[in-house]
């Protein structure tokens, strides 16, 4: 044998050795792992969506909410840590997604658009009915979108009430974008717009929280009802296919269970303060 197979085989098994090594220094180094293209999610949303989603109070630029609470029940027997932070309006959470600056997007409704750089993963997590806001001392009839036409309103920048109802209200309909709900609810109030356009759900939680439930009521039928989904930025290196799928199966199953309708009925109290 030569020198130089001496001297390759000689540090092919001290190679082996440091690995072995290696190996039993750090013995919890795989089982922390969890086998995914990523261990951190890190995750945003519509700040704006008691009781699924808003800011902590107690820790600033957290988010906490049913939604929050059922993502965390989805990833934690798969290993994988959640940092659900607030980034921003809702448009700018949109605009990160579209950058791959966060992982996950914790609740949004399906767009054309959205659809170029998220993918969203079944099943929704639950179906939202969006309503006519209006002050009690001011009803109009409503029965259908075109009783919106000549009329003022107002919702969250760069919100989506499912790609229908968007198309016909960009093309016949004045819709004012602002950043924050509760300002929209105030100009209402204030009689600066006619109607509010917002979840039913939120709607609700909002106007209680605000001490204004009894200043407006929801026209019915709602104009629309739409599945909100998880979805996963296209330039996220979380977004794998083995995840999705991983996913998607906690999802299923804790949907089946209809576990985010009591978390909806236990962080809706903890918003408006009358939890135990």
């Known amino acids: 044998m030569s020198v130089s197979s001496l001297n390759t085989e000689a540090f092919r098994q001290c190679f082996r050795a440091l690995a072995l090594a290696l190996a039993a220094s750090f013995p919890a180094l795989a089982e922390t792992q969890s086998g995914f ?6 995750v945003s949303g519509n700040p704006e969506y008691p009781p699924l989603l808003w800011q902590s109070d107690q820790a600033p630029g957290r988010l906490i909410g049913a939604v929050p609470a ?23 959470v949109q605009r990160l997604a579209q950058l791959g600056e966060i992982d996950l997007v914790a609740g949004a409704f399906i767009t054309s658009e959205r659809i170029g750089y998220m993918d969203y993963v079944l099943p929704p997590m639950i179906q939202l009915p969006t309503t006519v806001w209006v002050p009690k001392e001011r009803p109009f009839l409503y029965r259908h979108w075109p ?15 499912g790609q229908r109802f968007d198309n016909y209200a960009k093309a016949n309909l004045m819709i004012e974008g602002v950043r924050s709900i509760d300002q929209s609810f105030l100009m209402a109030r204030a009689g600066r717009v006619d109607y509010v356009l917002y979840e039913q759900l939120q709607g609700q939680v909002k106007l ?40 998607m199966e906690r999802l299923t199953l ?11 009925d236990e962080y809706s109290a903890l ?6």
């Open 271 to 276: 918003y408006l303060g009358t939890g135990s």
């Open 37 to 42: 293209a990523c261990d951190t999610l890190m």
């Open 70 to 92: 059922l993502l965390q029940e989805i990833v934690e027997p798969l290993g994988v840590d959640v940092r659900v932070r607030e980034k921003g309006s809702w448009a700018r």
């Open 208 to 247: 209680q929280r605000l001490g204004l439930a009894d200043h407006f009521i929801a026209l019915a039928p709602p104009i629309s009802r739409e599945g909100l989904f998880f979805a996963f930025p296209k330039g996220s290196p979380c977004n794998s296919e083995p995840f999705r799928e991983a996913f």
């Open 147 to 161: 009783d919106l036409l000549g009329k003022r309103g107002s919702t969250l920048i760069n919100n989506s009430f």
């Open 254 to 264: 804790l949907t089946e269970q209809r576990r985010l309708e009591a978390l909806i």
